[in-house]
């Protein structure tokens, strides 16, 4: 209790500082005076009445400073006092205030950008009930180790019968076709097992999502939609719930609308939802790859002991079922790492938070370097301050609240800037591809990322600050205050740590700058690596017949002919061509592939190529590059003789050595069809600007006709132009076909680049900034120490020393920098480099030419940096000099 | 000769004043002093100031309160008075410092 009111009192004290003393002045006033009274009373003199009273009283300042510190908080008080002293610091010098303010800024800026995609995307919680429980379930191939999707059986059998779960769903992409009053339209989708929603603990917007006990057949025209499809397409009217949408030509019922914030990154933008039911004859199957299994660990349950119970029903599987299951393992990760590993940005993070960390460093450095040369002109207040006793703690914390101020101050600043820098990244990323983001690649920055960004400010400032303390609070008081007239020499400590603190700057650019410079070639390679093909310029857009009018491979092939020709025939088109795998189309199919003569192997042994069928100009329209034999023809029609055309890597991978033209194969299993290669073209980049490359075969459309095909034009100017022909085109033949994804080949090859091209650009950004601050940091450390020699040069000139001598000090003083700096740049360059390398396209990690052309330019900016104070050195007037000391 | 003057004995300034302002009432700082003097008979040297952050410690552990009024010669002054929780405290230290008092007087018979 006690204590508690002592407290509380001390600190009503300190906010009425000024009142309270002027009270315990009229008190002291008052004794002082009733005291003299008494004096003059027993016959003293006014004045010696006086004097006897102080005398009585004692001390009045010791009593008031008692006073004072027994009345507030004291540590609290001087605090405040130093914080008023540094204000008063950095307000008296502006200039390199504001050049510390901007470089601090500048500093935090980056890692307060990178800490905020690393939130945004990696660090933040899903935002789903209990997200640390749920867990994704795929299959495994274990010859490659490449993650594959479910089959409905294997997924039914873990879903019976795992105990390490709560509940398990299952979903996979299904696409509908919708035919709404204007016209048909395709819509993203998914199907989802009925419990999907209530595992991820997600409520209606409207209406009610599938119930877990919806299994029966009856429930498959059941449909839930996204909250842009009810806003957009559904005018927003809550009575849009028991409505009917004609999907994929069935009418469904629309139950529920999922809430706005509801986004399931791993399926990107999904309109419409339906139950994924299974046939017994669905149920059965073990071939199917589609599916994902989505799962909540059992209470008490670890992802361990859930991976090792399904990694044994795959053993079991694999036993019972070879054909199908034999090299088929588990791949268990929390929901979390699947999403990471998705996020392809997710990657970069990591290594940008070294380099921003780096620039960080640099910058402090820089900001130390400035406090540090304005502290040895501020040596002589400092000396005089401990000479009227003055502690040295007192000191030491005057500089770590003007280091803490500075840096906080400053970190605000930088915080604010990353507002920009975190908006220009999401711009960065192309829409198509935000749809994989979490909060579609928003990147808000909150309060954590502001609180993180004033506290790397602050523990920088104590860092700092405590180091630049370190070495002006050894001041010596009898020279420094003797210094005052003289000025010779400077204090040597902190002339020492300045020069090793521009020292570790250069190097720590150095490696910042190779890093970045290999980073922006990546981005600059990324856009001019060879697909295979002549990607400009080309116009795509994507196809999926309705399969009720039609129904035959007649009508099929008979549409995409008529609408190649068709095409052909309008302005502005120079080639037409449809191909049901076009490069960076996101999808494609694969086909079991069995050589002539070879025996059907086991599925998990049986080697798989992607299969493209093809109209009979693709290979011209895309301008891919025939390499042996010929393209396909208009020759090469439903009743010819079967050809294919294969790519360079498959006629290595299973032909090797031996002449392909002629070979015959089959594909699929269970089909007898022979398909004779007649030409091998090169490969072809198909989803990643550096795939690894895999083997491809074309066959002709007509021999294998389908509904879903991509089309592509070439153009004779811009592409884009051509989209209302292509439009025109599909219509003139069928009014009622919806057309999808239409966007040129360049905006296809760009979604890929772009994380290159981002980063690129990014650490372009941070390469300048880099090179700027080295830049000043030279400039503060050799103009400082050429005005501390200006009398030492003054007496060398007047002792006969030219111009150039005084430049070759400058010079010398570089050298000493790049000497000492190179080696360590450079090494650690070498280390970052390597950790890029999986982010380096057509470079690598150890390209000479980029650390040369690197250590060059940071010497060449050294060097400007250095010759504005060296001019001035040069023309120092021996006579002034001398008399100014 | 006269005794030496003594300092105040460390820990029972807090102690007097309590005791001076139960008996007396309210009182300003000097007519504190001025008890205080009186009646040590000459035997205390009290720098009056001291009496001042004492004061202050006292008034922040609710012991004794303040009021400002007009001191004898019609100047303002503060004026302190013993408070409820002070009693209770001056109670249980004058009786602290009573056993200390015995204590110490016992070991020193027993070493003499």
């Not at chain 1, 196809?543 to 491979?553: F, I, N, Q």
């Not at chain 1, 007898?672 to 072809?684: F, M």
């Not at chain 1, 030419?849 to 060449?860: G, R, V």
């Amino acid at each position: 209790m006690t204590v508690l009111r002592v407290i509380s009192s001390r600190l009503k004290a300190l906010f009425a500082g000024a009142r309270s003393d002027a009270e315990l002045d009229e008190d002291v006033q008052a004794h002082l005076d009733l005291l003299a009274e008494e004096h003059l009373r027993r016959g003293l003199s006014p004045a010696a009445a006086r004097a006897a009273a102080r005398r009585d009283f004692g001390g009045v300042e010791q009593m008031k400073e008692a006073y004072r510190d027994q009345r507030g908080v004291p540590l609290l008080e001087s605090l405040l006092q130093d914080l008023r002293h540094a204000g008063r610091a950095l307000r008296r010098s502006p200039g390199s205030t504001l050049v510390a303010v901007v470089t601090i800024a500048l500093g935090i800026f980056g890692p307060t950008v990178t800490f905020t995609m690393a939130k945004a995307w990696i660090l933040d919680p899903l935002p789903f009930a209990r997200p640390d429980e749920l867990v994704d379930l795929r299959a495994l191939d274990t010859v490659s180790g490449n993650r594959r999707g479910l089959n409905a059986a294997d997924f039914l059998e873990w879903q019976n019968s795992a105990r390490s779960f709560e509940e398990m769903a299952g979903y996979r992409q299904a696409e509908a076709r919708w035919t709404g009053t204007d016209g048909a339209e395709h819509l993203r989708g998914a199907a989802v097992t009925p419990g999907f929603f209530k595992l991820l603990g997600i409520e209606a917007r409207w209406g009610r999502l599938f119930d877990p006990s919806e299994t029966g057949a009856e429930h498959s025209n059941l449909v839930v939609i996204s909250h842009l499809m009810w806003r957009e397409r559904l005018h927003g009217d809550p009575a849009a719930v028991g409505a009917t949408l004609r999907l994929d030509g069935e009418d469904h019922t629309v139950i529920g609308v999922l809430p706005e914030s509801f986004q399931f990154t791993l399926l990107g933008r999904c309109d419409v939802w339906r139950p994924l039911l299974f046939t017994p004859e669905q149920a059965a199957d073990r071939r199917g790859t589609a599916m994902v299994g989505l799962a909540r660990l059992r209470r008490g349950r670890t992802l361990e002991e859930a991976r090792h119970e399904l990694t044994q029903m795959a053993a079991a599987a694999a036993t019972a079922y070879p054909d199908t299951n034999g090299h088929r393992g588990v791949r268990v990760l929390s929901l979390a790492d699947e999403v990471r590993v998705h996020h392809d940005l997710g990657f970069i993070v990591p290594v940008m938070f070294v380099m921003v960390a780096f620039v960080l460093l640099i910058a402090c450095f820089n900001t130390t370097s400035v406090m540090l040369a304005r502290a040895s002109t501020r040596r002589q207040e400092m000396a005089v301050r401990l000479a009227l006793g003055a502690s040295r703690s007192r000191i030491v914390r005057q500089w770590l609240v003007e280091h803490v101020l500075l840096f906080v101050a400053s970190s605000a600043i930088g915080a604010a800037l990353a507002v920009y820098g975190a908006d220009w990244i999401t711009n960065s990323i192309p829409v198509e591809s935000r749809q994989y983001l979490r909060n579609y690649a928003a990147l808000p920055v909150d309060r954590t990322v502001v609180l993180f960004a004033l506290a790397v400010g602050a523990l920088c400032g104590v860092l700092f600050g405590w180091v630049a303390a370190r070495t002006s609070a050894e001041a010596d008081v009898a020279t420094d205050l003797r210094d005052a007239s003289t000025r010779s020499t400077p204090g040597r400590k902190g002339a020492r740590l300045r020069a090793s603190l521009a020292i570790s700057e250069v190097a720590l650019a150095l490696a910042v700058l190779i890093c970045a410079g290999l980073l922006v070639r990546t981005g600059h390679n990324i856009t001019r690596v060879d697909v295979g093909f002549e990607p400009r310029p080309l116009l795509t857009f994507q196809l999926r017949l309705d399969p009720l009018h039609y129904a035959t491979p007649p009508e099929m092939r008979s549409f995409y002919e008529r609408l190649t020709r068709d095409l052909l025939g309008r302005p502005g088109v120079a080639g037409a061509a449809a191909g049901s795998l076009l490069p960076f189309g996101q999808s494609g199919n694969r086909a079991e592939v069995f050589p002539e003569g070879s025996p059907e192997t086991p599925p998990s042994e049986t080697p798989s190529v992607f299969l493209n069928e093809v109209t009979a100009d693709y290979g011209r329209t895309l301008g891919l590059r025939l390499l042996r034999g010929r393209l396909l023809e208009a020759g090469d029609g439903a009743d010819a003789p079967r050809v294919a055309l294969a790519s360079e890597t498959l006629v290595e991978r299973y032909f090797p050595g031996q002449d392909p033209l002629g070979r015959r194969f089959r594909l699929g299993r269970g089909d007898d069809n022979l398909w004779t290669i007649v030409g091998v073209v090169g490969d072809v980049k198909n989803f990643e600007a550096i795939d690894p490359r895999e083997p491809e075969a074309y066959v002709p459309f007509a021999q294998r006709p389908r509904r879903g095909m991509t089309v592509v034009l070439r153009a004779s100017g811009d592409p884009e132009m051509l989209a209302p022909t292509a439009r025109a085109a599909v219509a003139a033949l069928d009014p009622a076909e919806p057309i999808a994804e239409m966007a040129s080949m360049d905006s296809r090859i760009h979604r890929v680049t772009a994380p290159y091209q981002t980063t690129a650009a990014f650490v372009a950004f941070f390469g300048a900034v880099t090179l700027l601050l080295a830049a000043v940091g030279v400039y503060g450390v050799v103009s400082y120490s050429f005005a501390q020699r200006t009398r030492e040069i003054g007496i060398r000139m007047a002792l006969g020393a030219r111009r150039a001598d005084v430049a070759w000090l400058v010079l010398g003083q570089i050298r000493t920098f790049l000497a000492w700096a190179v080696l360590p740049g450079l090494l650690l360059a070498w280390g970052l480099g390597h950790a890029l390398r999986a982010m380096l396209v057509g470079v690598t990690p150890t390209d000479w030419s980029m650390y040369l052309s690197m250590t060059l330019l940071l010497a060449l900016v050294a060097l400007v940096a250095a010759f504005v104070p060296a001019r001035r050195a040069m023309s120092i007037d021996p006579m002034t000099a001398l008399h100014d000391e | 000769m006269k005794p030496a003057r003594q300092e105040v004995p460390y820990g029972t300034l807090d102690l007097i004043v309590l005791k001076t302002l139960e008996a007396m009432g309210p009182l300003h700082g000097y007519a504190i002093a001025r008890r205080i003097e009186q009646v040590a008979q000459g035997s205390l040297a009290l720098n009056q100031g001291t009496l001042y952050p004492a004061l202050l410690r006292l008034e922040q552990k609710g012991w004794i309160s303040s009021k400002w009024g007009a001191s004898g010669t019609n100047r303002r002054a503060r004026f302190f008075s013993i408070t409820r929780a002070g009693r209770k405290q001056l109670a249980a230290e004058a009786e602290a410092w009573a056993d200390t008092v015995t204590m110490v007087n016992r070991l020193l018979e027993e070493q003499s």
